[in-house]
């Protein structure tokens, strides 16, 4: 696999370094379609500088970084690099990633020289951080699952038009229900084929397959279709006195982001969720229709409060397992901690059924679920809740937690009126985004909040914060843990190995950065652990319930003492343990199983083949194609030829390694933890 630095193009043209810094657009117009074109990532330029080094030569990864030449299908298209330091180890792939705001498993995608375990990672050397990999490209005109699934996008014609299989760029072309892929909402929105609905995908009906979708997944029009109690989605028809007037656009409602009421009144609609939760955002689980139907936006002209029909219904019974999260009972044993998205399990679900509808991997599925039988759904049990979403977190382009934590202050206009000023910026790097000044506040010990004023000031305070609102300040207030992703871990059963947890004793050394004797903080250790982790350089704490919570830095060498009003908890209490084994985004275990034979190019030379897959989800991935492996019965080992075959064998296989060979050799194993 190739690896270009610059902007896919039509064969012949040329890839250049400078293609990273100033990029151009694929897409030729800006129209209803245009989410779909290639713009810059501002946050790429906005990612934080390293430390400076001394004046080196900084070399590629790969020794075509910055040929130029012909992109073909396959090869992997950087659009923006970023470079490695004097020191570096395996932690330095996760580093990379996190700062320029792309996951772990994408990195290694762009840059598959790099073991999974990043251990031949390379100082003073040039890795991609953004890009892709080239599909195949509708240069001729046809596109489509006919033609190997050929994009439109990057051609003259940008959409797949689903009844001829060819490019185009007029408006039925891109219409809702015609258009398969490319500059448009394409099949995955909209049914191209006339199925739809939580049966496939949650696909919307348009065009000439109609505009309601009914109970069984067909899209159509007329009573059979758009009648109540046939209709899951589209323009159902709506019996007067079911619903109030304002909510009759409910099943078709107009949301364009999944948010609802709020200031543009949006109501929610089955692409979404039908229920409209206490956060102002549409879904379907019970997390939004039940128990987190509640609060200020949830308002029954936005969108439902319960996922059942319309009829009387008794909500179930919830329980809480330490996360803040009303879980319902009874749910199936062992299910995860943290999750938030849960399942009613009935007598025709299954595994596999489950995952699909709710649109997450079987993998996931069997880890949140570990006693419904370890990969065989032995053991799922009927009238039991299941877990099919856990809490999530991300940040923004600003650095912001999305969702917004729990009690913290975030971009309030005010002045400040309390704690200490540890430093204030008026020029430099701090003052020129809210991102560069949330980084000085993170890399500095006992910042817990700051005031920002874009291009003016960063003041970086410490202790509590007792900000006054004004309309007329200079700043905006942010809490710390604004920008700090909340543990899922503060309520584990057990410590991570070597911490110290919940020991009675004294302070004998480190330095205080802040001592809390009032607000959220004291009110459980939870929260007190949780300032600890948003609080740069806390290592360690010390609690008292509902009195104290002192955030130390430093080694700590606490003294226990059996009549101390004081428990002990190193930093690491709060934390989630490294597992010990991960898939990649291949689905290949991490680290690699011992004796595993993986990743070797080479022909078959024994064995049995059980199925050979030349179309289909198979051939478009490793992951794919060992998902399926997996699931078979007797498989022991895989061919794979990107885009091209799977090849499942059993029995014992004696490959022979030749690099002219068009297919890559993976034990079963490979993919195991």
Known sequence: MDLFLGQSQQPRGAFYFLCCLTFVSLASAADTCSPWTWQNNVARTAAPAATAEPTVSFVPSSPRIFESGDVVMGDIVCRFPGQTYA????YTCTELADKYGISLEKFFMLNPELDPDCGNIKPYTIYCVDGFIEPLRAYDGKCGPPNNNATCVGTDAQCCNS?????????????????????????????????????????RCAGKWGDCCNMDGKCGTGTAFCGWGKCQSGNCTIPDGVFPTSTQGLFSGNTTDGTCSGKNNYVCNELYGLCCNKDGKCGSSFSDCGAGCTGSFSQPQFGKCSSASPTTTTAPTTTSLGNGIATPTPYQPSMVSDCDEFHFVTNADTCTSIASNQGISLANFYAWNPDVGSSTCTALKPNYYVCVGIQSCTTNSFGLVVPQPSGASCGIQARSNGGDTIISFNSGKPISSLVNCKDACLDTVGCTNLYFTEGKYCN??????????????AYLFYDSSCFICPSKCLSAPSPPAGATCNVQALSSGGTTIISYNSGAS???????????????????????????????AGT????????????????SCFECAEPSCRTD????????????VCNVVAYSNGGTTIVSYSSGEAIKSLKGCSAECL??????????AAGKYCNLHSGAETHNPNSASPYVFYEASCFEC
């Open 460 to 473: 970086l305070h410490s202790g509590e914060e007792t900000h006054v609102a004004s309309s007329t300040a």
């Open 87 to 90: 020191n570096v180890n395996y």
């Open 556 to 571: 700590e060498t606490h003294k226990p003492s059996s009549t101390s009003q004081y428990y002990f908890y190193d930093a």
């Open 631 to 640: 699931a078979t019965p007797g498989c022991t080992n895989l061919y794979y």
């Open 585 to 596: 985004f291949q689905g290949l275990a991490v680290p690699k199983p011992s004796g595993a």
């Open 163 to 203: 009844e001829t299989w060819t490019c185009g760029d007029s408006k039925e072309d891109c219409a809702p229900g015609t258009c398969y892929e490319g500059r448009c909402w394409g099949d995955k929105v909209y049914s191209t084929d006339g199925t739809c609905g939580y049966q496939h995908g949650k696909r």
């Open 522 to 552: 004291i009110q459980s250790i939870s929260a007190c652990g949780a300032a600890c982790l948003a609080t740069a350089g806390c290592t360690n704490l010390y609690y008292t319930p509902g009195k104290y919570c002192n955030l130390h």
